[in-house]
């Protein structure tokens, strides 16, 4: 199984309308994030979470919000969704301390019409 | 100025050539440096791992971190078809707090 999930994988959405991606891992990582990967513009910092109790924006938060339920799940919602957050999301994991790196999930393919 | 620039290719190199990917970056407080290949429909993964400045090998690929010229490279050693992805530097100061990718670069081997 992978290491980190995410669901859906594809989602097609009218505008207005609110959206929930999840995440979930089996990897024991404290930190979560959530990124957005758009042609040309690479990978941008939504959220970042570094326990269950701790929330961080990163570089691109509005119109987006955050959820940590357990060390395990870390969700993202379109409040309401717009088509220019038409994009490829990805939620990745990174354990405190030690070898400093990210662990990224499959993606979730985003339409908003 | 964007924290790390990267040229986005797209580089299309014969199969058994050595192919050169590079970074540069201006935040002198980066002390983690990572090279991810993502596929095309997948997510990122990771492909090398270098702490501060030197060289690290593994398999075909070598990265290397210039951190008085704040340049990273990937080298990549009798590239093959496999190998066409595009590559993603990603970069982080001590405290790992938030790390900064590159656009990518776009790569095609030809068989």
């Known amino acids: 199984d992978a290491d980190v999930t995410q669901t859906p994988r594809n989602r097609i959405t009218k505008t207005g309308k609110r959206i929930m991606l999840e995440c979930s891992q089996t990897?024991?990582?404290?930190?979560m994030y959530w990124y957005r990967q758009d042609p040309g513009l690479g990978l941008r910092l939504i959220y970042y979470?570094?326990?269950?109790?701790?929330?961080n924006k990163g570089e691109i938060s509005d119109g987006y919000s955050v959820s940590r339920q357990a060390q395990a799940k870390f969700s993202l919602s379109l409040e309401s969704a717009i088509p220019n957050q038409t994009a490829l999301y990805f939620c990745?994991?990174?354990?405190?301390?030690?070898?400093?790196?990210?662990?990224f999930g499959p993606g979730t393919r985003l339409t908003v019409l | 100025q964007k924290e790390v620039e990267q040229d986005p290719g797209p580089l299309s190199v014969p199969e058994g050539a050595i192919v050169s990917l590079n970074c540069t970056y201006s935040?002198?407080?980066?002390?983690?440096f990572m090279w991810y290949r993502q596929y095309s429909r997948k997510g990122p993964e990771l492909l090398m791992y270098t702490y501060s400045s030197g060289n690290k090998e593994d398999g075909r690929f070598t990265a290397q971190v210039d951190k008085s010229s704040k340049y990273i490279s990937l080298f990549i050693r009798d590239s093959q078809p496999s190998d066409s992805a595009t590559y993603l530097c990603a970069m982080s100061p001590n405290t790992g707090n938030q790390f900064y990718f590159g656009t990518g670069t776009s790569l095609t081997v030809i068989p």
């Open positions: 990745a994991t990174s354990r405190a301390g030690g070898e400093d790196t990210q662990y």
């Open positions: 990897k024991g990582h404290d930190r």
């Open positions: 979470s570094f326990d269950v109790k701790d929330i």
């Open positions: 935040n002198s407080a980066f002390q983690y």
